[in-house]
């Protein structure tokens, strides 16, 4: 029965492309629910536990690019499985200790509701922490990217900065972002259909076309 449960749980994980379970839950910031950022994008993110040091080292790098999201019409959320007290006294903590304020809410998810949905709990661990997962979710509220990381190791800001940036360069302009991509580099533009779009495409001084399935532009 245990083995099935586990099982079921790994099934239920959300999908690429799926959307993204709402949930109602008490935060750092009073009671909020997914369906009310609609129209924005969300990156949501669990962390293992309150006053553990690598936890404590991504939200004050979490924080450092709070703005940066917050203007790309992008809000962030935590998520543990600690309670809304625990969470206060450890933010109150960080910005005694690192200077540091957290502006955004945190969730605190003790009957591990919303974990679950997000399978951000996983069949091996004992359910008392939530991995590193990071859920960015677009602005109709459908899953975008989801990344997992162990619990030894800290996130890499930037990367979801980057990667946040590249997915709406994706839906601005129909495009796709090649390896290392950073704003203001060249985009990879869709394959032609058709041996004549190729053959256009190959003679189209717009695009630089290593070959014509490979084609990159400038953004204008």
Same mark, same amino acid.
């Given at each position: 029965?245990?083995?099935?449960?586990?099982?079921?749980?790994?099934?239920?994980?959300?999908?690429?492309?799926?959307?993204?379970?709402?949930?109602?839950?008490?935060?750092?910031?009073?009671?909020? $629910?997914? $369906?009310?950022?609609?129209?924005?994008?969300?990156?949501?993110?669990?962390?293992?536990? %309150?006053?553990?040091?690598?936890?404590?080292?991504?939200?004050?790098?979490?924080?450092?690019?709070?703005?940066?999201?917050?203007?790309?019409?992008?809000?962030?959320?935590?998520?543990?499985? %600690?309670?809304?007290? $625990?969470?206060?006294?450890?933010?109150?903590?960080?910005?005694?200790?690192?200077?540091?304020?957290?502006?955004?809410?945190?969730?605190?998810?003790?009957?591990?509701?919303?974990?679950?949905?997000?399978?951000?709990?996983?069949?091996?661990?004992?359910?008392?922490?939530?991995?590193?997962?990071?859920?960015?979710?677009?602005?109709?509220?459908?899953?975008?990217?989801?990344?997992?990381?162990?619990?030894?190791?800290?996130?890499?800001?930037?990367?979801?900065?980057?990667?946040?940036?590249?997915?709406?360069?994706? %839906?601005?302009?129909?495009? $796709?972002?090649?390896?290392?991509?950073?704003?203001?580099?060249?985009?990879?533009?869709?394959?032609?259909?058709?041996?004549?779009?190729?053959?256009?495409?190959?003679?189209?001084?717009?695009?630089?076309?290593?070959?014509?399935?490979?084609?990159?532009?400038?953004?204008?």
């Amino acid at each position: 029965m245990e083995q099935l449960e586990q099982t079921m749980q790994v099934q239920s994980l959300p999908r690429i492309g799926e959307k993204a379970p709402d949930f109602t839950a008490k935060t750092t910031h009073g009671e909020l $629910s997914l $369906s009310a950022y609609k129209g924005k994008w969300v990156v949501l993110f669990s962390h293992p536990a %309150d006053f553990t040091p690598v936890c404590t080292s991504e939200f004050v790098a979490f924080q450092e690019v709070y703005d940066r999201l917050l203007g790309m019409n992008t809000e962030l959320i935590g998520l543990s499985i %600690d309670s809304v007290s $625990s969470h206060i006294a450890w933010v109150r903590n960080i910005e005694e200790n690192f200077n540091t304020t957290i502006d955004f809410p945190i969730i605190a998810d003790l009957d591990q509701q919303v974990a679950t949905k997000y399978g951000m709990i996983m069949p091996e661990s004992d359910g008392t922490e939530t991995s590193r997962a990071v859920f960015v979710i677009d602005d109709k509220q459908t899953i975008r990217a989801l990344i997992y990381y162990p619990l030894s190791t800290g996130r890499n800001m930037e990367e979801i900065v980057r990667l946040v940036k590249a997915l709406r360069t994706t %839906d601005d302009h129909e495009v $796709s972002t090649p390896a290392n991509w950073e704003p203001g580099d060249k985009v990879i533009v869709k394959p032609p259909q058709t041996k004549e779009e190729a053959n256009e495409r190959m003679n189209n001084s717009e695009y630089e076309c290593i070959d014509w399935y490979f084609c990159k532009k400038e953004l204008k």
